[in-house]
């Protein structure tokens, strides 16, 4: 199931990052950029992290669900639970943004 356009623009307004967060349709699915740092990914209506080991986040990635973006891929920290409380979303996001960047 492809993700809708309502739920990517749920996220937009639950980051609260403005034109900040953008994002790009990418083989059926979204993917999602802070700064024009690719960040996070909606495949199948849920929230994937684009994590690597250097993030310092808020919530541990340990403690979010993990699950293939798709079929064969590797596990990603899915952050659908963080969409209710922006502000933790928003933190997670910039975060792995700063790490990535680099």
């Given at each position: 199931m492809a993700t809708d356009r309502e739920f990517v623009d749920y996220v937009l307004e639950q980051a609260g990052l403005g034109t900040r967060l953008t994002f790009k349709r990418m083989f059926g699915e979204y993917g999602f950029y802070?700064?024009?740092v690719i960040t996070?990914?909606?495949?199948?209506?849920?929230?994937?992290?684009?994590?690597?080991?250097?993030?310092?986040?808020?919530?541990?990635l340990?403690?979010?669900p993990q699950r293939p973006l798709f079929p064969g891929s590797k596990d990603y920290a899915v952050l659908d639970e963080?969409?209710?409380d922006s502000d933790a979303l928003?933190?997670?996001l910039l975060n792995s943004a700063a790490a990535l960047g680099r």
């Open positions: 802070v700064d024009g996070a990914f909606a495949a199948d209506n849920s929230l994937f992290l684009k994590a690597s080991k250097a993030t310092n986040l808020p919530v541990p340990i403690d979010l963080l969409l209710d928003r933190q997670m």
